[in-house]
């Protein structure tokens, strides 16, 4: 089992920047890869940000690229999303969650909700303009 926790989250103006947190317990060792979810009201979840454990090979969807950046510190067990240049479109919950499975479909696997098997409670980021 792995557990996930967030936080980080918060208000900002637009334009501003914001840094997540994700800190992994548990049985770390048995996950592949890791991910950030972002859920706004009445929208469904969607993948912003993706890495594989331990080789740093990241992965952004088109509305994040050149914005957000995800990162990890594999000691601490600790996945990042450090956002820039925030929009209020970019508001809503944002989840982490890990998979202990390896992808084996490709890189669109990624930013899509059946790929992950553990998931954090959320933490709420709100953009204003």
């Known amino acids: 089992q792995v557990q996930l926790v967030e936080s980080g989250g918060g208000s900002v103006q637009a334009g501003g920047s914001l840094r997540l947190s994700c800190a992994a317990s548990?049985?770390?060792?048995?996950?592949?890869?890791m991910g950030w979810f972002r859920q706004a009201p009445g929208k469904e979840r969607e993948g912003v940000a993706a890495?594989?454990?331990?080789?740093?090979?990241?992965y952004y969807s088109d509305s994040v690229k050149g914005r957000f950046t995800i990162s990890e510190d594999y000691a601490k067990s600790t996945v990042y999303l450090q956002m820039n240049s925030l929009k209020p479109e970019d508001s809503g919950i944002y989840y982490c969650?890990?998979?202990?499975?390896?992808?084996?479909?490709?890189?669109?696997?990624?930013?899509?909700?059946?790929?992950?098997?553990?998931w954090g409670q959320g933490t709420q980021v709100t953009v204003s303009s």
């Open positions: 969650a890990a998979s202990s499975s390896p992808n084996r479909r490709g890189d669109w696997w990624l930013f899509l909700r059946p790929a992950y098997n553990y």
């Open positions: 548990g049985y770390t060792a048995d996950t592949y890869y």
């Open positions: 890495i594989y454990n331990n080789v740093g090979a990241t």
